[in-house]
């Protein structure tokens, strides 16, 4: 079975049965974007605490 081509929607999915386990990739990007929202509340927070 190859993964990338059933990804990609070049190969039928395939069926699970009992006892399969599934696999959900993460996504890089999607994790680089949530980071970049910590980093900017907590950027937030701080100006709010250094205006006088």
């Known amino acids: 079975m ?3 081509d ?5 190969a039928p ?7 399969d386990i599934l696999f959900v ?8 974007l949530l980071r970049m929202g ?7 927070g701080a100006a709010v605490y250094r205006i006088p």
Request: aromatic letters at 0%.
């Open 38 to 44: 910590d980093v900017a509340a907590i950027a937030a």
């Open 25 to 32: 990739p993460s996504s890089a990007s999607k994790k680089t």
């Open 6 to 10: 059933i990804l990609h929607g070049k």
């Open 2 to 4: 190859n993964l990338a």
């Open 13 to 19: 999915d395939v069926g699970m049965e009992s006892g």
